[in-house]
């Protein structure tokens, strides 16, 4: 499965950006999606995930209330919509998918990962 990440970029604290992850994979229909994103200097950390199916969604104490995962299986992609964005968010985010039924926030157990997209929050 490939995974290709878009949509990063620079904005103002308080504004807003939604990042794109587009799969070249049929069966995406059955990935549990996540985002992960990586500060300078920082581990990987766990952002928000969506299983397949019932499209529940999980999110990071961090986020929630301010991001919004979706996905849309017809066109195999997984969204995450950024409002009220902080410095803090800065860093490179990348999909993953996860070839299991239910979401994990350990990096380690998605077995599919994008390049990443850089996402620049200046104050």
Not at 1 to 12: D, E, F, I, N, T
Not at 58 to 80: E, H, N
Not at 84 to 94: A, I, M, N, W
Request: aromatic residues 12%; contains cysteine.
């Amino acid at each position: 499965v490939q995974l290709q990440a878009s949509g990063g970029g620079l904005v103002q604290v308080g504004g807003s950006l939604r990042v794109s992850c587009a799969a070249s994979e049929t069966t995406f229909n059955r990935y549990v999606m996540g985002w992960f994103r990586q500060a300078p200097g920082k581990e990987r950390e766990f952002v928000s995930a969506i299983t397949w199916g019932a499209g529940i969604t999980f999110y990071a104490d961090s986020v929630k209330g301010r991001f919004t995962i979706s996905r849309d299986d017809a066109k195999q992609s997984v969204y995450l919509q950024m409002n009220s964005l902080k410095p803090e968010d800065t860093g490179v985010y990348f999909c993953a998918a996860r070839v299991r039924l239910a979401h994990s926030t350990d990096a380690g157990e998605y077995d599919y990962w994008g390049q990443g997209t850089l996402v620049t929050v200046s104050s």
